[in-house]
């Protein structure tokens, strides 16, 4: 019997497939409709302390590699929100994971508390955008105090719902990033974050996203989220969740392989339909059965013995 099940920070999931954050929004019907396609959890968009409409379109563009974005972190606000999150808690059968960012420590702590009351298994601190107050562009994880300082204040405020710190990497070292998450108190950490990039119409000639910066996902960005994973999992003992560009069961088995205990898919949504978390699962299922695994747990990390 291939036992599909993982337990990431005391929460278990059936399988180990979460939907990232900010693909399918934040209603309790596209998230039902996520669960019915065979997700182990789900992520919401990122909320933040207020309203946000986010930047002027073109903001999405599937290019051959993947997908660039600069959305904007578009959201209704934690107030705006609340509501679509108590309801979708209440329908799911599967972990509800609440990710949320702000521009400031105080706002992050403000959030985190209106958060909490709602219970979500979870809370994703979105630490990889561009949304400091002090100078509107620095992400909190591109600083190991400033990543201290936001986790160690939200910590106190989050109760025993578990803490998870996702993380970017555009950053000289992540292990030290991931690090100082640990040291804070974070349960856990998610990684990557899409990538900076620009996409250059050379008709137009001119970037080709309004907001010019994008982050990109989807294939091209897989090898630089498993490195991440890899060298996060040899510097903390917390649990990771590996997310980039995972669009088949043995891109998802990567991940686990560099050490992820679940992984994220977002853009592969995109390539492969909504059922591509019943997809990788099976795929996921399938590997172990030719490979002799009866467990996630014993494949885990096993790309650091050979
Ligand atoms: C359109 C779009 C919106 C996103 N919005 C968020 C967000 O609100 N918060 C967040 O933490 N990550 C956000 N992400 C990043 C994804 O959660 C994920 O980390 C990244 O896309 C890499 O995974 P993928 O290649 O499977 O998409 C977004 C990605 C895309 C493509």
């Given at each position: 019997?291939?036992?599909?099940?993982?337990?990431?920070?005391?929460?278990?999931?059936?399988?180990?497939?979460?939907?990232?954050?900010?693909?399918?929004?934040?209603?309790?019907?596209?998230?039902?409709?996520?669960?019915?396609?065979?997700?182990?959890?789900?992520?919401?968009?990122?909320?933040?302390h207020?309203?946000?409409?986010?930047?002027?379109?073109?903001?999405?563009?599937?290019?051959?590699?993947?997908?660039?974005?600069?959305?904007?972190?578009?959201?209704?606000?934690?107030?705006?929100?609340?509501?679509?999150?108590?309801?979708?808690?209440?329908?799911?059968?599967?972990?509800?994971?609440?990710?949320?960012f702000?521009?400031t420590?105080?706002?992050?702590?403000?959030?985190a508390?209106?958060?909490?009351?709602?219970?979500?298994?979870?809370?994703?601190?979105?630490?990889?955008?561009?949304?400091?107050?002090?100078?509107?562009?620095?992400?909190?994880?591109?600083?190991?105090?400033?990543?201290?300082?936001?986790?160690?204040?939200?910590?106190?405020?989050?109760?025993?719902?578990?803490?998870?710190?996702?993380?970017?990497?555009?950053?000289?070292?992540?292990?030290?990033?991931?690090?100082?998450?640990?040291?804070?108190?974070?349960?856990?950490?998610?990684a990557?974050?899409?990538?900076?990039?620009?996409?250059?119409?050379?008709?137009?000639?001119?970037?080709?996203?309004?907001?010019?910066?994008?982050?990109?996902?989807?294939?091209?960005?897989?090898?630089?989220?498993?490195?991440?994973?890899?060298?996060?999992?040899?510097?903390?003992?917390?649990?990771?969740?590996g997310?980039?560009?995972?669009?088949?069961?043995?891109?998802?088995?990567?991940?686990?392989?560099?050490?992820?205990?679940?992984?994220?898919?977002?853009?592969?949504?995109?390539?492969?339909?909504?059922?591509?978390?019943?997809?990788?699962?099976?795929?996921?299922?399938?590997?172990?059965?030719?490979?002799?695994?009866?467990?996630?747990?014993?494949?885990?990390?096993?790309?650091?013995?050979?």
């Open positions: 019997m291939i036992d599909l099940s993982v337990n990431l920070a005391g929460i278990q999931l059936k399988n180990p497939t979460i939907l990232a954050s900010g693909i399918m929004g934040v209603s309790a019907s596209s998230l039902k409709f996520v669960e019915e396609n065979g997700a182990g959890a789900v992520t919401i968009k990122s909320i933040g207020n309203e946000r409409f986010g930047h002027h379109n073109p903001t999405v563009y599937a290019w051959e590699k993947g997908i660039h974005n600069a959305v904007g972190l578009s959201n209704p606000g934690i107030d705006g929100s609340k509501d679509k999150i108590q309801k979708s808690i209440k329908i799911l059968k599967i972990p509800f994971i609440g990710s949320m702000a521009d420590i105080s706002n992050f702590v403000m959030v508390e209106k958060m909490a009351v709602l219970k979500p298994a979870i809370i994703e601190l979105n630490l990889s955008c561009p949304n400091t107050a002090d100078d509107l562009g620095r992400m909190y994880a591109s600083d190991v105090k400033m990543t201290y300082d936001v986790i160690s204040s939200v910590k106190k405020v989050v109760g025993n719902i578990p803490l998870f710190a996702k993380l970017t990497a555009d950053v000289t070292d992540i292990t030290e990033i991931g690090k100082s998450a640990e040291s804070a108190g974070a349960d856990g950490l998610t990557i974050n899409t990538v900076s990039g620009i996409n250059i119409d050379t008709k137009l000639k001119r970037p080709i996203l309004t907001n010019k910066v994008g982050g990109l996902s989807g294939p091209a960005i897989r090898p630089i989220g498993v490195r991440a994973v890899y060298n996060l999992y040899k510097a903390v003992k917390i649990p990771i969740i997310t980039g560009g995972i669009n088949t069961g043995e891109d998802a088995i990567e991940f686990i392989m560099a050490g992820a205990t679940a992984v994220g898919i977002g853009s592969g949504i995109y390539y492969r339909g909504i059922d591509i978390f019943k997809k990788v699962t099976t795929e996921i299922e399938e590997f172990m059965k030719k490979e002799g695994y009866n467990s996630i747990e014993e494949m885990r990390g096993v790309a650091h013995k050979n």
